[in-house]
């Protein structure tokens, strides 16, 4: 009787460190079936039975979560990266004599060490997954106060800030538009303080549009 398919990736060294590095690199089960030529129920059933093979693939699992995981971490954290850089360089050319004739343009290559900043965005995933009791309750409050804080304006709110936007421009006045009382402007004969009803007709006072 001939060696069956499942016993070459379970007896096999090599074959089941293949299985682990397709994990490591991401393969789903069902991409990994594909490339052994079986069917993803047929993988299942060959993780169920056969230790081997189950641990070749959870192990190679486990590594590329921990990879992640710490990239996640740095993410957090901050850190500094080497970055190659070519750099322009005046380069000196001297004559037979030694005497300087001309400067030489030349490119050099340097290595700089850049500090990444802490990734925000990556500090809450973090958190909210690490210790969701804490930070997803507090997100939770964060938004509804960002929700009691919301002022909500109808167009007719937003056309009387245009209408006293546009008088305060044009006579310097600070006057509140209430909808009700008005100063009137520039009817010195009245004195200060004096005021109008507004009709939306009367005199001296600016017709919305």
Do not use: C
């Amino acid at each position: 009787m001939g060696v069956q398919k499942w016993q070459q990736w379970e007896e096999r060294e090599e074959n089941r460190a293949v299985l682990q590095a397709w994990k490591m690199a991401g393969l789903s089960d069902e991409e990994i079936a594909k490339r052994i030529g079986v069917s993803r129920s047929t993988l299942s059933e060959w993780k169920r039975k056969h230790e081997g093979i189950r641990e070749a693939l959870s192990s190679g699992r486990e590594f590329a979560d921990r990879l992640v995981e710490n990239s996640l971490f740095r993410l957090t954290q901050g850190y500094k990266v080497e970055v190659r850089k070519s750099y322009k360089l005046k380069k000196p050319v001297y004559d037979d004599q030694g005497k300087k004739v001309a400067d030489e343009e030349v490119l050099a290559t340097g290595i700089d060490d850049e500090y990444v900043k802490p990734d925000v965005r990556a500090m809450i995933f973090w958190l909210q997954n690490r210790r969701p009791e804490d930070w997803r309750k507090m997100e939770e409050q964060v938004q509804e106060e960002d929700t009691r804080r919301m002022v909500v304006l109808t167009p007719a709110d937003v056309e009387r800030m245009r209408e006293y936007a546009n008088r305060s421009g044009k006579d310097g006045s600070a006057a509140e538009i209430t909808g009700a009382d008005e100063e009137k402007p520039g009817n010195a004969a009245e004195g200060a303080g004096s005021t109008a009803e507004e009709t939306g007709a009367g005199e001296g006072v600016e017709a919305a549009h």
